[in-house]
């Protein structure tokens, strides 16, 4: 099993800028705040992905690489990591 975070869907192009698509987090819902997420079967995973905190013109510095998922809400997927998650996401 795996639990899993839900992002935006992925628009039907990628950004022109860079060719990769954008991702955001939902906004939180329920009583409690949190975000959609969800135990899966490992089977129903096809692939992993890169995420690519989106942040603009500069870096916040308290984001670090144990918290970037936490404080970011746009990211980019990143299809240029491999050959088959180009072949797949693009």
């Not at 705040?33 to 096809?46: E, N, W």
Request: charged share 20%; net charge negative; with cysteine.
């Amino acid at each position: 099993l795996a639990y899993v975070e839900w992002y935006s869907p992925l628009k039907p192009a990628a950004e022109d800028y860079h060719e990769m698509y954008s991702v955001k987090k939902p906004l939180p819902s329920g009583v409690d705040s949190s975000l959609a997420g969800k135990v899966i079967s490992l089977s129903s995973i096809r692939q992993t992905c890169q995420l690519v905190p989106n942040f603009g013109r500069t870096v916040p510095m308290d984001w670090t690489s144990d918290n970037v998922l936490d404080k970011c809400d746009s990211f980019l997927l990143n299809c240029f990591t491999l050959k088959y998650a180009y072949q797949t996401l693009w």
